[in-house]
């Protein structure tokens, strides 16, 4: 008794480099968004951001890291990171992944950042 319809699976439409140039830009504009509450400096500019992978559904994973292991939102940042990923109406859906490898260390801010802390 296989009463059941046919699953029909739809392929995605890979996204064109142009569509992807685009969704890059407003990531990175939703990324600067979110501070480290103990540095005046948003997380993008920090290089706390070490990946973002998109997928052609628009789902988005990122993996990020903190100035410090013990920093004292280690449990909220991320869910920061989502949420203002999430207000892209064209994302599908966001994943922060918390990561330590490699360490982070001032080497990886942005000329901005280190200008914006005095770390010339």
Not at 3 to 16: I, Q, R, W
Not at 45 to 55: A, F, H, Q, R
Not at 100 to 115: G, T, V
């Amino acid at each position: 008794m296989d009463d059941a319809a046919p699953v029909e699976t739809t392929t995605p439409v890979p996204l064109s480099q142009a569509e992807l140039d685009v969704l890059t830009d407003k990531l990175i504009e939703q990324l600067k968004t979110v501070f480290d509450p103990e540095i005046p400096v948003d997380i993008y500019e920090l290089g706390l951001i070490y990946k973002v992978d998109v997928s052609d559904d628009k789902d988005v994973v990122i993996d990020m890291t903190l100035t410090a292991p013990g920093c004292p939102v280690a449990g909220e940042m991320p869910g920061w990171v989502e949420d203002a990923v999430r207000e892209l109406p064209e994302i599908r859906s966001c994943k922060v992944e918390l990561v330590f490898e490699p360490p982070w260390d001032p080497s990886r801010m942005s000329d901005e950042a280190k200008l914006q802390l005095n770390m010339f």
